[in-house]
């Protein structure tokens, strides 16, 4: 038995025998779509959730047969959708076969099951997206191409199947799009007056994948989506959703988010597998004065069971959080492979931001950070306010994260184990971190975009700007020598062990707001 194996072994029975530990924290192979299970199991979190379910569908089914030639099939797939949800709602069927479609937009009352052995292929062209339709653009509202899938304040809708979604041709019009575009927009412009429809000298913003807006009864089980040319699953303003089942691949794609959700309220997402250019599932409640204004918030939801490769953040909360994310609980999930494990992340001005956030019984293998928040931003985005000081005064765009809670993970390889960066004027605040055992000997410099230059950190704890945290119950075996705490204050480390080898622990606590910091039964010895 190596090092590694007898500290995890060590400090599982340790937290076991604390009753701390009630369920086994779940292996690769256990989660992500390979291990779907036939019906929905209870969803159980720490605050009221409803037991969603997948929505009735009448029982009338419409089965299509692709073409034999090249051409486009829209509109023999919108006219089924179209007939059934007119006379009441059922199923329409995908045969085997290729089919090469413009956008279909999904209707109340139907389901879209794409069976096994298809393949849809999108255009890559605008044209076959238009007209331009009521939708978002990383939080901000606007009318564009919308998405390849899409609907608009339906109710009852489901795609389902095991086949195969190929995202927008290479080397057409849609490509040429931008993936974010709100700079060029004035909060004040009305929403009917930002049009993106590539006429008359007009850009496009790039379609999501999957993209509902303003439904009910949501239901995405099973399919695969290959090739998006923006964020993949991307419910926006809907209620009770599931999201089960489903392999998102998207590695190398910028933006190509796995699972985003906006401003969504009763969500369950599980057995999910993504491999992603950007973030891999992600909560997220509005941009800016965009989503300020809008004051929806993200709430009620669990992702459970799902497995994230690559990706830029496993587990991720913003970074639009103007209208809020509250009410989340991530549990028995594995990260095998993102850059970061999980990943909270806001800045200046974003606004609102995450609270009442609960992660529990995770295993990450990270290329870089395995707990990190970053709530400043860089000075590409944010300009001088990336700057941690002279801090700006508060406004009702100062981003807050609070009352977070992470426990029993287990950190199979990862470079920093827990790094958190508030900012002055609004300091992360009630944080618990407990039982976590980890190896922080990861040397690696690939990411999701591939090769990079790693940042030369030198902390296995990073601490910037936060009032009330409480690690306890934490064990390392650790490459990095050195914590850093700035500007902390009311901090318990309780049983923190770090394992530094024959190093010596290098402690570096600064900053005029510095107070009540208590280290009890670690080792090394903290706060001398």
């Keep these: 038995m190596n090092r590694l ?25 256990e989660v992500g779509a390979d291990a779907l299970p036939a019906e929905i199991a209870p969803i159980e979190a720490p605050f009221y959730m409803p037991q969603l379910r997948k929505p009735h569908f009448r029982d009338v089914t419409v089965r299509l047969e692709p073409r034999t030639d090249a051409s486009l099939c829209t509109a023999d797939i919108q006219q089924a959708i179209d007939h059934l949800s007119q006379a009441g709602g059922g199923r329409v069927v995908l045969a085997p076969g290729h089919w090469y479609t413009g956008r279909i937009v999904l209707k109340s009352g139907v389901e879209l099951h794409v069976e096994e052995g298809a393949e849809v292929r999108f255009s890559g ?115 009770n959703v599931v999201i089960r ?49 809008v004051g929806r918030a993200s709430e ?52 609102g931001g995450g609270e009442n956030l609960h992660f529990e019984r995770i295993r990450l293998r990270t290329e870089a950070g395995a707990m990190a928040w970053e709530m400043l931003g860089t000075a590409n985005f944010v300009g001088g306010l990336s700057s941690r000081l002279p801090a700006p005064a508060l406004t009702h765009l100062t981003p807050a994260f609070r009352n977070v809670t992470i426990r029993q993970v287990i950190v199979d390889g990862c470079r920093e184990l827990i790094y958190v960066q508030g900012i002055p004027e609004s300091p992360a605040r009630n944080i618990r971190i407990e039982n976590v055992t980890a190896d922080t000997r990861r040397d690696t410099t690939r990411t999701a975009y591939g090769v990079f230059k790693p940042k030369p950190s030198p902390y296995v704890i990073d601490l910037v700007d936060v009032d009330g945290i409480t690690l306890r119950d934490i064990e390392a075996v650790s490459s990095k020598r050195a914590i850093r705490l700035v500007d902390v204050r009311d901090a318990l480390f309780e049983n923190v062990r770090l394992d530094l080898g024959s190093a010596e622990l290098q402690q570096e606590i600064s900053g005029d707001m510095i107070r009540n910091l208590r280290f009890e039964s670690c080792s090394p010895a903290m706060g001398q």
Aim: glycine fraction near 12%; charged fraction near 20%; charge should be neutral.
């Design 125 to 239: 062209e605008t044209a076959d997206f238009l007209p331009a339709v009521f939708t978002t653009n990383a939080g901000v509202e606007l009318y564009s191409l919308g998405a390849c899938i899409y609907a608009c304040d339906a109710h009852d809708i489901a795609l389902t199947g095991r086949g195969r979604l190929i995202g927008p041709a290479q080397g057409g019009t849609i490509r040429q799009g931008r993936p974010q575009n709100d700079g060029d927009i004035d909060p004040d412009t009305p929403v009917a007056n930002r049009i993106f429809d590539g006429r008359e000298g007009r850009t496009i913003q790039l379609p999501t994948f999957f993209g509902p807006i303003g439904c009910r009864n949501v239901y995405l089980e099973g399919v695969s989506f290959e090739n998006t040319a923006f964020w993949n699953v991307a419910p926006v303003y809907c209620e």
């Design 5 to 29: 194996t007898l500290l995890l072994a060590c400090s599982l029975a340790t937290f076991s025998a604390a009753a701390q530990v009630t369920e086994p924290i779940p292996t690769r192979s």
């Design 300 to 351: 009620n939801i669990v992702v459970r069971r799902c497995l994230a490769l690559r990706g830029m953040g496993g587990l991720t909360v913003g970074s639009e959080t103007a209208g809020w994310i509250r009410n989340l609980y991530a549990h028995d999930c594995v990260c095998d492979g993102t850059r970061v494990g999980i990943r909270l992340k806001t800045r200046r001005p974003r606004g």
């Design 245 to 293: 089942g489903i392999r998102v691949s998207s590695y190398g794609i910028p933006c190509g988010d796995g699972v985003d959700l906006t401003c969504c309220r009763n969500v369950l997402v599980e057995y999910v597998t993504t491999d992603c250019g950007d973030d891999n599932i992600a909560v997220k409640g509005g941009r800016n004065e965009f989503g300020y204004r």
